[in-house]
C-alpha cells in the first residue's frame, strides 16, 4: 500500500458535511481553554494571524459540473464558504463557461482580477490551469484538491514546482474497497459500478470497489456466485441513456450500484426505485441526498473521501500564517488512524450495518488497513485480476 502522507489538522477528520461526528466534549474544552488563554496573552502571531485573514480572499472554481451536483463540487463549495462565513473573509465562486482550460483559466484571471488571493480547485482537470497560471502569480495561494503531481508535470512539459500550489489527492481505492467489502459482506451479490469519467479518481474508486467485493467473496466462499457490472457514463451527470442502461442493469438482476461520479447517482438511483435496487453513494455522505429524492433505505452506504476536511484545513493555514507548512506540496491522504471517522477514506455512520457487516466489523476492517494487514493496488492502468465475475461494459458515451 502506498505511505499515506497525512495533514495535520486542528480537529483531524471534522467532516460536518459529510456527515461525520465531530470531537469529543473533553477535546472541545480543552480547545476552548487553549484559545482563552491564546487571547488573554495576546501573543504576537494571533495579532499577525488577524491581519492575514483580514487581508485574505477566497475564490472557489468547479470543475467539471456545478456547485449543486451535490457531490464533489458541491461539498467543496459549501466547505470554503462556510469557512469564509465563519471568519469574515470574502469568497466567491465562479463557473468555467466550458470544461475547456481557457476557460478554467479565464476564471482563474478574473477572480485574481477582482482581488482574490487564494483560489480552491477541486478537479484533475485544474492541471494544465494551475501550469500555467501559478508561475504567473507568486503572491496567489492555489489549494487543489485531486490534481496529481504526475498531472502537474505533464501539464508543464517537465517537472512542476511552484511554492504558492498546495494538492492533495486521494487513496479512493480504500474507499471503493470498504464500500465493496461491505456490500458483499451484506449479502448482495449482482454488483455494478456506473463511474462518471474514467479519471484517475474514479478509477481508484472502481478498482478498490472490485477488490473489496472480491476480498469479501473468498472469506463467504461464494466467489462463483458475486459479479460486479463494470462501466463509464462518459460524464459526471446522469440522463436518459445512462439511465436506460441502469435500467437494463436493474431489472436484470442488479441489486446494487456504485454510483461514482457527481450527479450520476441520479440515473442509478432513478433506476433502483423501480426494482427495489440499492445503491453506494461517493465522495461524500448521500444517504440524505438521494433517499430523499428517491427514497428511504435506497442508500447502503457511501465510500467519502476528506474534501471539507482537507479545505478547512488549508484555509485555516492561510488565515494563520502557516502556508509555509503546506505550500509546494502534493500529498497523498488516506488512512492515518485505527479510528475510522479521523481518516480521510471511510464509510459513513449512516451506513445500513447488518449481521454480515458490523460497525465493530468495519472497525476492525480499518484497523487491517492502518497496520497493512490488508492492502488495496491503487494501479489504473486496467481492472484488477481477481476470482469474482466482472462483466467491463466499456463506456455508455465518449
Sequence with gaps: MKKVLSLTLVALMSLSLAGC?????????????????????????????????SDMKVAMVTDYGDITDKSFNQTTYEASKAFCEENGIEFEYKKPASDADADREASIEDAIAEGYNVIVMPGFAFAQAIADEAPLYPDVKFVALDVAK?????????????????????????????AGYAAVKLGYTKLGF????AVPSVV???????????????????????????????????????TSVMDTWYQGGTEIVFACGGGIYSSA???????????????????ATIDGDYGDGITVT??????????????????????DEYKGK????????????????????????????????????VADMHSGKITVDNSIDALPSVEITVDDQGSIKG
Design 21 to 53: 461526528g465531530g470531537g469529543s466534549s473533553s477535546a472541545a474544552a480543552t480547545s476552548a481553554a487553549a484559545a482563552s488563554e491564546a487571547a488573554s496573552e495576546a501573543p504576537a502571531e494571533t495579532a499577525a494571524a488577524a491581519a492575514s485573514s
Design 150 to 178: 504526475a498531472d502537474l508535470d505533464k501539464a508543464a512539459g517537465g517537472t512542476f514546482s511552484a511554492d504558492n500550489v498546495y494538492s492533495a489527492v486521494y487513496q479512493e481505492e480504500l474507499a471503493g474497497y470498504m
Design 194 to 197: 456506473l463511474g462518471g469519467m
Design 204 to 242: 481508484r474508486y472502481g478498482s478498490g470497489y472490485i477488490q473489496g467485493a472480491n476480498e469479501a467473496a473468498k472469506e463467504l466462499g461464494n466467489t462463483a456466485d458475486v459479479e460486479v457490472k463494470y462501466i463509464y457514463g462518459g460524464q459526471f451527470y446522469g440522463d436518459a441513456d445512462i
Design 269 to 287: 438511483a432513478e433506476a433502483a426505485v423501480k426494482t427495489g435496487g440499492k445503491v453506494i453513494g461517493v465522495d461524500v455522505d448521500q444517504a
Design 302 to 323: 457511501s465510500a467519502m473521501k476528506g474534501l471539507a476536511a482537507t479545505v478547512n484545513t488549508l484555509l485555516t493555514a492561510i488565515r494563520d500564517g502557516k502556508w
Design 330 to 365: 502534493v500529498e497523498t491522504l488516506g488512512i492515518v488512524s485505527d479510528t475510522p471517522s479521523e481518516n480521510y477514506v471511510q464509510l459513513p455512520d449512516t451506513t445500513q450495518w447488518g449481521d454480515g457487516f458490523t460497525e465493530d466489523d468495519y472497525k476492525q476492517l
